[in-house]
Each structure stands twice: as structure tokens, then as C-alpha cells.
């Protein structure tokens, strides 16, 4: 694999096709997570996390137990499970380790477990038809793009904290009009050429 083919799945992964702003998969968690940026910066590291060791695990399940034993139409549940497991694994290891961090993220580390980016990822990268390589590096960028929406929407919430928006703007409507206009922007990566 040659660096100009992973530098096109990075940067396609992080800012052409990113999950949240071009895709629309993982908005829960976008909209309900990015008040703050410390639980948006915690959120984000939890989610590249899980959906890096979820795509390796996804395709490895994937190509070892469901395509050997014919049983592809199993990929759903499957990788449905794999990313429960691994959902449970970080619970765990933030609740040990950042009781804060854990208690930030409340009900939305949790929903990892059911958002769809992490899903997405899995079931992308199995259609792309990815070698093991791809789908780690592809898994991680998608996280890391999902990341810096997340973080750069939390800044800007903060900020509209700080201004005196009209009532009917306030809370969920500015957040939806940041996040169109923040994907508007994004769209403008889409004409990179590499």
C-alpha cells in the first residue's frame, strides 16, 4: 500500500466524507455530547477507540467465522455485538480510571454501543471490500473526523452560551443550524484533489 492511498483514505475519511457532517450517522451523540468540550474531548477519544478496534474486530469476524461458514447474513447482529463488547470494555476502564470523565458522558457512552458511525464503519469497510491495513486505517480516520466535528461544535455551543440569542434559537435550534453550517463547510473539502 502506498502512502498517496492511505493519505486518500485519511483524508477522506476525516474531512470528504466525514461521518457526522456528510454522512449524518452518529447526530445523537453529536448534538447531545458537544455542549462541552472537556465530554466532547473525552467522547471523542472513546469513539476512535471503539471504532478502530471495532472496524479490526468487524472485518477479522467477518473474514474468519461468517464468510468461511457461510454465513454472511449474520454481519448485523454480529457486528452489533463486537461493538457491545468493546463498549463495555471502555465503560469499564473509565469508570476505574476518570470517574468524572465517566459521569460527563452519562448516558451517551452507552449509546456508542447503537451509533450507527460505528456501525457505518464496520459495515463500510465490508461493502469497500477493505484489506485488514485499509479498514484499521479507515476506522480510525472516520473516528478521528467524527472527533473534530464533535470538538469544533462543542467550541462554538460554548461560545453561544456567551451571546444573547433569541428564545426560540436557543438550545437544539442553533445546534442544528451550527451543525448545517458547519457542514456546508466541510463540503468544501470535497473538491481537494490528491
Known amino acids: 500500500m502506498e502512502f498517496r492511498e492511505i493519505l486518500v483514505i485519511i483524508l477522506g475519511a476525516v474531512f470528504i466524507n466525514n461521518f457526522v457532517l456528510n454522512r449524518f450517522l452518529g447526530i445523537c451523540p453529536f448534538v447531545g455530547v458537544s455542549r462541552q468540550i472537556e465530554a466532547s474531548i473525552g467522547m471523542s477519544l ?6 478502530t478496534l471495532a472496524g ?12 468461511q461458514f457461510d454465513v454472511e447474513y449474520l454481519q448485523t447482529v454480529s457486528f452489533i455485538l463486537v461493538i457491545a463488547a468493546l463498549v463495555q470494555l471502555v ?7 476518570s470517574p468524572v470523565l465517566y459521569s460527563a458522558l452519562g448516558i451517551y457512552l452507552p449509546l456508542i454501543t447503537t ?7 464496520a459495515v463500510l469497510n465490508i461493502r469497500e471490500a477493505r484489506t485488514f491495513l485499509e479498514t484499521v486505517i479507515f476506522s480510525a480516520s472516520a473516528a478521528v ?17 456567551l451571546v444573547d440569542l433569541p428564545k426560540p434559537f436557543r438550545g437544539a435550534p442553533i445546534a442544528f443550524i451550527v ?13 481537494m484533489k490528491l
Open 46 to 51: 472513546a469513539v476512535v477507540f471503539v471504532m
Open 56 to 67: 479490526a474486530a468487524t472485518w477479522c469476524v467477518n473474514k474468519y467465522l461468517l464468510v
Open 115 to 121: 451509533n450507527c458511525a460505528v456501525l457505518g464503519v
Open 179 to 191: 451543525a448545517a453550517l458547519m457542514a456546508i463547510a466541510f463540503m468544501g473539502f470535497s473538491g
Open 91 to 97: 465503560e469499564m476502564f473509565l469508570q476505574k480510571t
Open 145 to 161: 473526523g467524527f472527533g473534530i466535528a464533535l470538538i469544533l461544535m462543542a467550541g462554538i455551543r460554548e461560545r453561544l452560551e
